[in-house]
């Protein structure tokens, strides 16, 4: 069975610093995809990042960067520079990269906010 | 437009009552999903479908039921409501990345 963890139920971060929000997870597939979605207060679901088990390169995505270990099965989230408008729910998830019957598995969240 | 589309965004109903929510979609895509989400828990999944004639339940399918209508259209029931299935619920299709609509938030009282 897949697992996700996020051990970080709250964090802050004052603005314009640099946090980074845990994630690991637990499979026995070699193949699989991990992503970091964000949940503002509107409740919508937004991809962040997303990295290819594969994939050796870290994922970048402008302030939004990962630490991808696979061998530690540990993919956390780095925002740089933060912004007030950051302040959201963070849930990092996991998905095989089998055919058939492959699902997401989601942490259960990070509540991070900003300081101004 | 929105990719995914739930309706309705907000219910508010009483225990025993028969609820349906409701997800369209407008990108073309096979699958399907519904989750819950609940405070401290995450999102977890309820049912999934790859296609029409596919539907297979998901870690708590127990008190749901799902019907799709259409590649488009996927629908998700509470036969008979009770409140411990007050949750904010999405519907998301494709699978990498998943897209989801904006949820439901239902509350039964």
Redesign the interface.
Same mark, same amino acid.
């Given at each position: 069975a897949q697992t996700v963890t996020q051990s970080q139920p709250e964090m802050s971060v004052q603005e314009a610093e640099t946090v980074t929000l845990s994630c690991t997870y637990d499979t026995s597939e070699s193949n699989y995809y991990l992503f970091w979605y964000k949940q503002p207060p509107s409740r919508q679901m937004i991809l962040v990042i997303r990295q290819e088990a594969y994939k050796q390169q870290n994922a970048t995505e402008n302030r939004f960067s990962v630490n991808f270990q696979k061998a530690a099965k540990s993919f956390s989230l780095k925002i740089s520079d933060s912004q007030l408008g950051d302040t959201a729910m963070y849930f990092c998830a996991f998905m095989t990269a089998l055919k058939t019957g492959n699902q997401f598995y989601f942490g259960t969240g990070t509540s991070l906010t900003v300081i101004p | 437009d929105a990719d995914v589309t739930q309706t309705p965004r907000n219910r508010i109903t009483k225990t025993g009552k028969r609820i349906m929510l409701e997800c369209s979609q407008t990108k073309g895509h096979d699958r399907m @999903?519904w @989750?819950r989400q609940d405070p /401290? &828990? *995450? &999102? +977890?999944?309820i049912y @999934?479908s790859f296609d029409v004639k596919d539907i297979?339940k /998901?870690e708590i399918s127990d008190g749901y039921s799902v019907s799709r209508q259409a590649q488009a259209k996927f629908s998700l029931s509470l036969e008979s409501a009770i409140p411990n299935q007050t949750a &904010?619920y999405?519907c998301?299709t494709r699978? $990498?990345? $998943?897209h989801?609509g904006? *949820?439901t +938030?239902l509350s039964i009282l």
């Open positions: - | @999903y @989750y /401290g &828990l *995450g &999102l +977890r999944l @999934y297979n /998901g &904010l999405f998301a699978n $990498q990345p $998943q989801f904006d *949820g +938030r």
